[in-house]
């Protein structure tokens, strides 16, 4: 028995030609369990019963189990999450002035160690399956009872450690009959890993494209985030220009402000020299603390003067505003705290 949330369109078609079956199946299928959500495959009425007996002994409908659901004063719902090995994982839900908009987990834990985040303090046991993302969508979306609009792979773990389950994630998310969740509202975070920003690139679906830069230059860079010695500064430029002649798109650059480490006016000008030329939009994000870390949130005066000193470079750049403080929501704050 397999978890049919795993399973691509092109390998349900496989597996309905497989078994003497119409391709075309597999649309119905994929309507089914994305759209009308069904929680078994006896609610479907327009395929026949011995098709349905058929997927009954080759799949089941997977479920998440919800350990609790914590609200924020600005409406921001955390879900923590245990997966049927008895993992924990966080969803966040946002809602914006555009829709809502949810914050998906991809692995348990993580091994990226970037020194200033909370999901680093706990090791990665595991990648997530392509149907453990999706159920994250699947079921904030119900327990809420709203329509998700933007999909933000930002939670837990590094996603281009985890590159196929992530891609055929989104491709299901994004299917016409399903969730139909634009290709333009989904974005996925990285690091920096160099050789999956360029095959990224290739990428057919028209989704966006985020780096967690958060330093101008290597010897930041190598502080805060290990990662960077392996792809170093100018690498990782590199592969983002190449990334957005290939795609023609916009990247987004986020930076979160550390006070006295990164949010120096030094620092944005260099930042705005690294930048010069290219097609971005920086986020200016404030530093969410974490227990047990050295770094401080930066004071608003000076993300100010940051914002204003990139600005006057020519670069596009916002001050994001934060959601969620008073519920942990910074990536792997409340799974740490449940852990402990
Ligand atoms: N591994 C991916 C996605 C997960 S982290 C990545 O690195 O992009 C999502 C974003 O939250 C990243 O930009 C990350 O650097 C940032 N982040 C992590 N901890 C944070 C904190 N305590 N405060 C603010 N942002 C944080």
Redesign the pocket.
């Known amino acids: 028995m397999e978890s049919i949330y795993n399973y691509s369109e092109e390998m349900l078609k496989e597996y309905f030609i497989r078994i003497g079956e119409k391709p075309f199946r597999s649309s119905q299928i994929i309507e089914w369990l994305y759209r009308h959500k069904i929680e078994s495959f006896d609610e479907i009425t327009n395929i026949k019963k011995n098709v349905i007996e058929a997927v009954k002994r080759d799949f089941y409908i997977p479920q998440l189990d919800c350990v609790t659901r914590q609200i924020s004063k600005d409406g921001t719902n955390k879900f923590l999450f245990r997966l049927s090995d008895g993992n924990l994982i966080e969803t966040v839900l946002m809602h914006q002035e555009y829709g809502y908009s949810v914050?998906v987990t991809?692995e348990v834990g993580?091994n990226?160690d970037?020194q200033?985040?909370?999901?680093g303090l706990r090791k990665k046991i595991r990648n997530l399956e392509t149907d453990e993302i999706v159920l994250q969508i699947l079921c904030v979306s119900k327990l809420a009872d709203v329509r998700v609009s933007n999909v933000v792979?930002?939670?837990?773990?590094?996603?281009?450690?985890n590159y196929e389950n992530v891609i055929r994630f989104m491709k299901l998310i994004n299917h016409p009959l399903g969730l139909e969740i634009g290709a333009r509202h989904i974005t996925v975070?990285?690091?920096?890993i160099v050789p999956k920003i360029y095959e990224y690139a290739d990428f057919d679906l028209q989704v966006n494209l985020?780096?967690?830069l958060?330093a101008p230059n290597n010897k930041i860079r190598n502080e805060l985030?290990p990662i960077n010695k392996a792809y170093p500064i100018e690498e990782l430029i590199q592969a983002i220009s190449y990334y957005i002649h290939k795609t023609n798109r916009r990247v987004t650059i986020?930076y979160?402000l550390i006070k006295g480490l990164n949010d120096t006016i030094a620092c944005a000008d260099e930042l705005a020299t690294l930048l010069h030329g290219l097609n971005v939009y920086v986020n200016l994000?404030?530093?969410?603390?974490?227990k047990g870390?050295p770094?401080e949130r930066s004071t608003p005066d000076s993300r100010l003067a940051f914002f204003d000193w990139l600005k006057k470079r020519r670069i596009n750049v916002q001050l994001r505003k934060e959601q969620g403080a008073d519920i942990d929501a910074?990536?792997?704050?409340l799974r740490s705290k449940h852990l402990q």
């Open positions: 914050c991809t993580c990226m970037c200033f985040c909370a999901s792979i930002m939670g837990i773990g590094e996603p281009f450690d975070s990285t690091c920096g985020a780096i967690s958060h985030m986020e979160i994000i404030p530093y969410n603390e974490v870390k770094y910074a990536c792997g704050q």
